[in-house]
T-cell receptor
Framework: DQQVKQNSPSLSVQEGRISILNCDYT??????FLWYKKYPAEGPTFLIS?????DKNEDGRFTVFLNKSAKHLSLHIVPSQPGDSAVYFC????????????FGKGTKLSVKP | KAGVTQTPRYLIKTRGQQVTLSCSPI?????VSWYQQTPGQGLQFLFE???????NKGNFPGRFSGRQFSNSRSEMNVSTLELGDSALYLC????????????FGEGSRLTVL
């Protein structure tokens, strides 16, 4: 059973608009949530993270929101740029297990000029 | 500072053969994790090594094994290859802080015919 779910396999957004990628989880023991971006033929690259004790973390154009009661997090990209086109993976860490992240299946974001 | 290096980048094997993949973590990183990525699936955790000791293991059959050397370099081995083992195998390393951020290599693309 999937503990981290990204229910939208793909998302298409116009350049300059907001991209919102969603992620749901089932395990209340997760203490850190992360977003990774992956281009074809490259390894995933860390984008942004959020601790379970916070509800928002911002880094430039990227903001992650965490709703613990709903077991839901989202990544907002504003404004979206064509270079943001990639597969975005949501990941979660169960407390103390640094190297073992549980990943969602990813959402492919396409930002159209 | 060099990133995580994985070799080989691409390889083709036939069913029943075995394969060994290599990973050199970022200098100073003592932990290495391995993940398998298949089409339509997220990244699935294989195992994690720290200071030559396996710390965590994912839900994969015993045909999948790994080890870490004293210089932190790691290898993973898959024996008696099956068609379903065709995947991108990703290695990641970290040094802290303990936030779950992993640094990934570009992966080894294995095709089993």
């Amino acid at each position: 059973d999937q503990q981290v779910k990204q229910n939208s396999p793909s998302l298409s957004v116009q350049e300059g608009r907001i991209s919102i990628l969603n992620c749901d989880y089932t395990n209340s023991m997760f203490d850190y949530f992360l977003w990774y971006k992956k281009y074809p033929a490259e390894g995933p690259t860390f984008l942004i993270s959020i601790s379970s004790i916070k509800d928002k973390n911002e880094d430039g154009r990227f903001t992650v929101f965490l709703n613990k009661s709903a077991k839901h997090l989202s990544l907002h990209i504003v404004p979206s740029q064509p270079g943001d086109s990639a597969v975005y993976f949501c990941a979660a860490r169960e407390g103390g297990s640094q190297g073992n992240l549980i990943f969602g299946k990813g959402t492919k974001l396409s930002v159209k000029p | 500072k060099a990133g995580v290096t994985q070799t080989p980048r691409y390889l083709i094997k036939t069913r029943g053969q075995q394969v060994t993949l290599s990973c050199s973590p970022i200098s100073g990183h003592r932990s290495v994790s391995w993940y398998q990525q298949t089409p339509g699936q997220g990244l699935q955790f294989l195992f994690e090594y720290f200071s030559e000791t396996q710390r965590n293991k994912g839900n994969f059959p015993g045909r999948f094994s790994g080890r870490q050397f004293s210089n932190s370099r790691s290898e993973m081995n898959v024996s008696t290859l099956e068609l379903g083992d065709s995947a991108l195998y990703l290695c990641a390393s970290y040094s802290g802080p303990n936030t779950g951020e992993l640094f990934f290599g570009e992966g080894s693309r294995l095709t089993v015919l």
